[in-house]
């Protein structure tokens, strides 16, 4: 069941275009709890004189991780679109690192989708950003 | 120094659009995702066109909601950098060769962004304008609105906080 389920979200993430452009990957899924990685990728560059990835790339792969965590929660209906999402960013991300995103959607109401989120490269003390978000429920 | 109404007209945006030039396209980011600005005077308008790359919801189809926030961040980051290179490039304190060159001045850092996803991000164009609420000597705040085939009728819009590059 929980074999079924991961398959699921990583199908579900390879159908998004955007998301397969940036390379993500599911690596872990639970009830209401997602965990999606983004390779480095000279790409997705802010400053070509740091080789920093540019925060709009982190805030792509937030925004995927949390729409999967909505999904994913038993309760959850169907689809999710974002309302809102915030990221702070406390820190760059080393160059050549992966990024790993780990979202919670920690309360479901009938209509709204509460949602955090970390995201780390390879220093698993430290995240690089946070994120908080309210997503769609049901149509 | 460059007197102003004095410059040849040609010379004047020769200057001004090397400069945007040179900051858009200092952005891999911004390039991969296929950014473009359009200058009037000083004031910018971004343009994210569509492509099939961007899309978040093949079913509908929809813009990712990613790519909505970074488009924005991305706006809300070169109209910045710009407004403070505005002062320096007009005074020619930055040589036209430096922009050419690419040595431009760091870019700021956000410390957080806030993205109102106000409707779905249609297959079509997308544009942005940024206006800059507060820009201090370390801090900045910045508001961003965009939108697709009407202009009253945003799709997204965010507010975000930024730490200004040091400039010694």
Redesign the interface.
């Known amino acids: 069941m929980a074999q079924d389920k991961f398959k699921i979200a990583r199908d579900f993430i390879q159908?998004?275009?955007?998301?397969r452009?940036l390379a993500m990957a599911v690596t872990d899924i639970g009830d209401g709890t997602a965990e999606i990685t983004m390779p480095y990728d000279?790409?997705?560059?802010?400053?070509?004189?740091t080789g920093v990835?540019?925060?709009?790339?982190v805030?792509?792969?937030?925004?995927?991780c949390c729409?999967a965590a909505v999904m994913t929660h038993p309760d959850c209906p169907g689809a999710t679109?974002?309302?809102?999402?915030?990221?702070?960013?406390m820190r760059?991300a080393t160059p050549g690192q992966t990024i790993t995103a780990r979202a919670e959607c920690h309360q479901l109401t009938r209509s709204v989708a509460f949602v955090r989120a970390q995201a780390f490269d390879a220093d698993l003390e430290r995240p690089v950003a946070t994120a908080t978000g309210a997503f769609t429920v049901g149509s | 120094m460059h007197q102003n109404g004095h410059e040849p007209l040609q010379q004047v945006k020769q200057r001004r659009d090397a400069a945007l030039h040179a900051l858009a396209n200092g952005v891999p980011y911004a390039q991969y995702l296929g950014i473009k600005f359009d200058r009037r005077g000083d004031e910018l308008t971004a343009i994210l066109p569509f492509t099939d790359k961007l899309i978040g919801n093949p079913r509908l189809p929809a813009l990712h909601g990613g790519v909505t926030a970074a488009f924005l961040e991305v706006t809300s980051i070169i109209s910045l950098s710009w407004s403070f290179l505005w002062e320096e490039v007009e005074s020619g304190a930055l040589p036209l060769q430096d922009l050419q060159t690419g040595d431009l001045p760091r870019p700021p850092k956000t410390i957080d962004f806030t993205v109102d996803f106000l409707r779905s991000g249609l297959p079509r164009d997308s544009y942005a304008r940024a206006s800059i609420t507060r820009s201090g000597r370390r801090y900045a705040s910045v508001h961003v609105v965009g939108w697709q085939d009407n202009h009253s009728r945003p799709h997204a819009q965010a507010t975000g906080h930024f730490l200004m590059p040091r400039r010694d």
């Open positions: 159908a998004i275009p955007h998301a452009e000279s790409r997705f560059v802010g400053d070509p004189k990835i540019h925060g709009g790339a805030s792509a792969l937030m925004d995927t729409g679109a974002t309302l809102d999402l915030r990221i702070d960013y760059a």
